[in-house]
């Protein structure tokens, strides 16, 4: 199968949470992916040995085959040569209800991945705002309701929090700090449904972990499945997840809750430091 390149298409869009059913998604392909730059923990555990670039390809092939199969629409950017980290579509745009953010990216190596997507809403006549002053990477925002958990990490500031709560005033924006160490808040937690989230709770403070019980039943990561990023699945509906293969225990544990696992091997991208969520900007949940 091929994913769907950039056309014109409806203007349906809108996400409430990050659980309901994934109706259209932009990805990009792997093509140029290279650790080129060491911009996280994972990075520089495989700095050294680098990323096949080939096998990386494949594995989001088959990821984009996956959602094609799961009745998802995917849309590809184009691919750009300066931007190696250009897999990770998450980080440069978020759809928080009906509205669009087009984001600014905290990272060097990152800055202009987010002007591919702001031209290709353009050319669809789709509205959207651009963060203009602070970073704030979309790996760091979560939407559950009326709620926007929002990560103060390396690449999200206290600024471009503030910057979103002023953006969309009906909301309740909650800060949650994060261990830095930690790329992202989606690389430390994850909402699964209205009452589940999965956690790995050494990265966050005891204070928005309280918080965070009162809303949740929380699902542990371990500290092994944390770093082949277990807590970085995809929900796209109906209690179904993709997850990798080899976090076996955080995939029993979904099983035993009554989720559908569907299995997807990205363990070439994951060495980059991103995965499912990571590699997909919703547009559409219903």
Wanted: glycine content about 6%; proline content about 5%.
């Amino acid at each position: 199968m091929q994913m769907k390149q950039p056309a014109k298409m409806t203007n349906s869009y809108g996400c409430k949470n990050e659980y309901d059913t994934l109706k259209r998604v932009i990805v990009c392909p792997p093509t140029y992916m290279k650790i080129e730059e060491i911009i996280n923990e994972t990075q520089k555990h495989y700095a050294d040995e680098n990323i096949d670039e080939s096998l990386a390809s494949k594995q989001h092939r088959q990821f984009v085959e996956c959602l094609q199969k799961e009745g998802v629409e995917v849309i590809g950017l184009s691919a750009q040569e300066p931007f190696p980290e250009q897999v990770f579509t998450r980080d440069i745009g978020y759809t928080l209800g009906d509205t669009i953010i087009v984001t600014k990216m905290g990272s060097e190596i990152r800055s202009g991945e987010e002007q591919v997507l702001a031209e290709w809403l353009q050319q669809q006549g789709i509205p959207f705002h651009q963060v203009p002053d602070h970073p704030i990477e979309g790996g760091d925002v979560l939407i559950d309701g009326q709620a926007i958990f929002i990560a103060l990490s390396d690449r999200t500031s206290r600024e471009g929090v503030e910057h979103i709560q002023e953006l969309l005033p009906t909301y309740e924006v909650v800060p949650i700090p994060i261990d830095r160490s930690y790329l992202h808040l989606d690389c430390v937690l994850n909402i699964l449904s209205p009452t589940e989230a999965l956690v790995f709770s050494p990265a966050l403070h005891e204070k928005e972990l309280n918080l965070l019980r009162m809303k949740y039943d929380l699902i542990e990561v371990t500290k092994e499945e944390q770093f082949t990023m277990g807590t970085n699945v995809l929900s796209i509906g109906n209690q179904r997840v993709i997850s990798l293969p080899m976090n076996t225990e955080l995939n029993e544990e979904l099983r035993k809750r009554g989720y559908e696992v569907i299995e997807v091997d990205i363990s070439e991208i994951i060495k980059s430091g991103g995965s499912f969520r990571c590699c997909t900007m919703p547009l559409e949940r219903v």
